[in-house]
């Protein structure tokens, strides 16, 4: 298959599927994540403690505003996928043009707002009076690059919807390395380049961002793919806006509470403490590690129970489930077995201390041994996504969270006078939400697809013969 004309995931096999879709995700996370620890290397041998501090302080509002934009563009990854898998490419347009549009209307905004406000959010966060300047200048800078991260999610959850994973990878590789060689190049002053300390990291993103942006949409365009982005038609702009709205808008509040409920679990472990924090910051990179492969299978399943729902293949999502829970249950499970057995190995890539690895490595045995119900749990969630009932699975996220996990570790930790009782309120939350997520499931009510089956015979369009091109294998 060459890159950007889609992949049909309605028919082959689904094991096949699953893995030549995920691996080039899980590839992009890795990346991702490759360079944030350069990054965190470049900024902490080089500028020092107050640097890291000012990032640190940046890294919630950042995060908070980015998944609104990861959670919206969920919702065009699932409407590209059911449309693509019925052959109705008509709708497809429809859902570039109506996503286009929402997407960078509300970056704008959010840019706009975080522009305005930068100063009043930092202060509500009590940040530190020496760093709060920088902070303030770091901020601003990073959130120019917001239209241009929303666009690349945009563009990835496009791809994707149309079983293309590769062709993000290929542009992620190339943004990660560019933003790479110009961290220390903008930070420094290396040559010849201007020497803006800090905020040259932050240009780096942004100047990344807009070539692999650019040269991204230029390709799409190039190749004629049916997701290609331009300007949308205002004839495209009404019932397909309002199904976006009504699937994005749970995901991103899911996203946004997701990160508002892990900042009040970590107040809850700094009231135990310099060590428990540094214990749980060190053993939630194991953590970052670990989940990484059960979200890109969950992403997989997703868009391969949208395409074979909006295909009316309902027979095939028992096989994707069956076979999204050996992928992504194993492959936690494996990391699971791993972080029991050497938590100590593990967390002395990042800490020495030993009452901290002390702390961690209770962590990894009662949290690292649920790493399994995690991965399972974003199969039958994938599969909910896929059919379009983000809604519901914003509802488990929630239950979870805010009924489980911050009242738990709460009152837990408090009970029992130690850090552990938010450790066991972890595990616990991931047990209580893989129960409600499979019970939902096994329900069978996930089934109400909001795309139509296809219709037999020479109506349903084939992809190849509305554009011009062939589908076919990876």
């Known amino acids: 298959m060459k890159p950007g004309f889609g992949r049909d995931l309605t028919t082959g096999s689904i094991p096949r599927h699953m893995v030549?879709?995920?691996?080039?995700?899980?590839?992009?996370?890795?990346?991702?994540?490759?360079?944030s620890f350069i990054n965190a290397i470049w900024v902490g041998q080089f500028l020092g403690t107050p640097a890291l501090a000012t990032v640190t302080v940046s890294f919630p509002v950042i995060f908070f505003l980015f998944a609104i934009g990861m959670g919206l563009t969920m919702a065009?990854?699932?409407?590209?996928?059911?449309?693509?898998?019925?052959?109705?490419?008509?709708?497809?347009?429809?859902?570039?043009?109506?996503?286009?549009?929402?997407?960078?209307?509300?970056?704008?905004?959010?840019?706009?707002?975080?522009?305005?406000?930068?100063?009043?959010?930092?202060?509500?966060?009590d940040t530190p009076a020496d760093i709060f300047d920088a902070s303030v200048s770091y901020l601003r800078i990073f959130l120019l690059s917001l239209p241009f991260g929303f666009g690349?999610?945009?563009?990835?959850?496009?791809?994707?919807?149309?079983?293309?994973?590769?062709?993000?990878?290929?542009?992620?590789?190339?943004?990660?390395?560019?933003?790479?060689?110009?961290?220390?190049?903008?930070?420094?002053?290396?040559?010849?380049?201007?020497?803006?300390?800090?905020?040259?990291?932050?240009?780096?993103?942004?100047?990344?961002?807009?070539?692999?942006?650019?040269?991204?949409?230029?390709?799409?365009?190039?190749?004629?793919?049916?997701?290609?982005?331009?300007?949308?038609?205002?004839?495209?702009?009404?019932?397909?806006?309002?199904?976006?709205l009504r699937i994005g808008?749970?995901?991103?509040?899911?996203?946004?509470?997701?990160?508002?409920?892990?900042?009040?679990?970590?107040?809850i472990v700094n009231g135990f403490g310099e060590e428990a924090t540094a214990a749980f910051g060190a053993a939630s990179r194991i953590d970052q590690i670990a989940f990484m492969p059960a979200m890109t299978?969950?992403?997989?399943?997703?868009?391969?129970?949208?395409?074979?729902?909006?295909?009316?293949?309902?027979?095939?999502?028992?096989?994707?489930?069956?076979?999204?829970?050996?992928?992504s249950g194993?492959?936690?499970?494996?990391?699971?077995?791993?972080?029991?057995?050497?938590?100590?190995?593990?967390?002395?890539?990042?800490?020495t201390d030993a009452s901290v690895l002390e702390l961690g490595v209770s962590y990894l045995h009662i949290v690292g041994a649920s790493y399994v119900f995690f991965g399972l749990l974003f199969v039958s969630n994938g599969i909910i996504n896929g059919a379009g009932h983000t809604l519901t699975t914003t509802v488990f996220s929630l239950i979870s969270l805010w009924v489980i996990r911050v009242p738990v570790a709460y009152w837990l930790s408090r009970h029992m006078g130690n850090?552990?009782?938010?450790?066991?309120?972890?595990?616990?939350?991931?047990?209580?939400?893989?129960?409600?997520?499979?019970?939902?499931?096994?329900?069978?009510?996930?089934k109400r697809s909001l795309v139509k089956k296809a219709p037999a015979g020479p109506a349903a369009q084939n992809p190849a013969e509305v554009f011009g091109h062939e589908t076919g294998e990876a």
């Open 20 to 35: 030549a879709f995920s691996i080039p995700m899980l590839l992009g996370s890795f990346l991702q994540t490759a360079h």
């Open 76 to 125: 065009t990854s699932i409407l590209v996928s059911q449309n693509y898998g019925a052959r109705r490419m008509d709708e497809v347009r429809k859902v570039v043009d109506s996503s286009t549009l929402i997407i960078y209307s509300l970056a704008i905004v959010l840019t706009a707002l975080g522009e305005l406000f930068a100063p009043s959010i930092l202060r509500a966060m």
């Open 152 to 244: 690349l999610f945009l563009l990835r959850s496009l791809l994707q919807g149309v079983g293309d994973s590769k062709t993000p990878l290929y542009f992620q590789l190339v943004s990660v390395l560019f933003a790479t060689i110009l961290d220390p190049l903008l930070m420094l002053g290396w040559l010849g380049f201007p020497k803006l300390g800090l905020n040259g990291t932050a240009w780096a993103t942004l100047i990344s961002q807009i070539g692999v942006l650019v040269a991204l949409v230029v390709w799409l365009r190039a190749k004629k793919s049916p997701v290609a982005p331009a300007l949308p038609r205002l004839s495209h702009l009404g019932p397909t806006t309002g199904t976006m």
């Open 249 to 267: 808008l749970p995901s991103a509040v899911q996203q946004s509470f997701i990160s508002i409920g892990m900042v009040l679990v970590t107040g």
């Open 297 to 327: 299978f969950g992403m997989a399943i997703s868009t391969l129970a949208g395409q074979n729902l909006g295909a009316g293949h309902h027979h095939r999502v028992k096989e994707i489930f069956l076979w999204g829970c050996l992928f």
């Open 330 to 351: 194993g492959a936690t499970l494996l990391i699971s077995a791993v972080a029991v057995a050497f938590p100590d190995a593990l967390l002395r890539i990042f800490v």
């Open 419 to 446: 850090v552990k009782g938010v450790w066991y309120a972890l595990a616990l939350s991931f047990v209580v939400s893989l129960s409600v997520s499979m019970a939902y499931y096994f329900s069978g009510r996930w």
